[in-house]
């Protein structure tokens, strides 16, 4: 089955520590994975792929197909960045069909 | 930047009742989505169109649910003799291209109570 977890609910960090949100995804074949967030009141949006390897906003993620994660990484959380995210997976089928994780929601504190 | 529009922000419905969601993809893209989220739980897939026909559908987009692209613009949900259970956070997305480099755009949400 396809599936995505995250693990954390809830990330509070200060600011300018680093911050990692784990994602780890179950899949059979080849992936396609991706970071959405969503900022308070605003839609979700695309914030990284993995077909990219882009940095965005300060943000990596690197696909381990090793350990079947795609976890979320910055070294300086700015309070910006306090937002909900979601890792998703692009399914099997050529639908574009995207697989959510539950969400994590990160909180930097001044 | 383009967007996603999705009609109306908020809907209140009694059960057993029809709804209609609305939402007016990107111009040029050409697969579209919905998905819910119910409140506290994930971002859920329901359907795929592409090609004016349902490419793909999960088990929960069952008979009670039918989407249509009546005028090439608007692309709709329609949900017949709501549930209580249907009270859910609709989201509506588009994408010029099916996965790898595609990028879904979403709207900003039309959230359904069903009282």
């Known amino acids: 089955a396809q599936r995505v977890t995250q693990p954390e609910k809830l990330l509070s960090v200060f600011k300018g520590a680093p911050v990692e949100l784990k994602c780890n995804y179950s899949?059979?074949?080849?992936?396609?994975l991706f970071w959405y967030v969503q900022y308070s009141r605003q839609r979700l949006q695309l914030l990284l792929r993995h077909i990219s390897r882009e940095s965005i906003k300060g943000f990596t993620a690197d696909l381990n197909k090793g350990e079947t994660s795609f976890h979320l990484k910055k070294p300086f959380a700015q309070e910006e960045d306090s937002a909900m995210y979601y890792c998703?997976?692009?399914?099997?089928?050529?639908?574009?069909?995207?697989?959510f994780g539950q969400g994590t929601t990160l909180q930097v504190k001044p | 930047e383009p967007e996603v529009t999705q009609t109306p922000s908020h809907q209140v419905t009694q059960m057993g009742q029809e709804v209609i969601l609305r939402c007016v993809p990107i111009?040029?893209?050409?697969?579209f989505y919905w998905y819910r989220q119910i409140l506290g739980q994930k971002v859920e897939f329901l359907v795929s169109f592409y090609n004016n026909e349902i490419s793909e559908k999960s088990e929960i987009f069952d008979d009670q649910f039918s989407v249509e692209r009546p005028d090439g613009s608007n692309f709709t949900l329609k949900i017949r003799s709501t549930k209580l259970e249907d009270s859910a956070m609709y989201f509506c997305?588009?994408?010029?291209?099916?996965?790898?480099?595609?990028?879904?755009?979403f709207g900003q949400g039309t959230r359904l109570t069903v009282v």
């Open positions: 111009s040029n893209h050409l697969y």
């Open positions: 998703a997976l692009s399914g099997s089928s050529n639908t574009g069909k995207l697989i």
């Open positions: 899949y059979s074949g080849s992936p396609e």
């Open positions: 997305a588009s994408s010029a291209e099916s996965q790898g480099s595609g990028r879904a755009f």
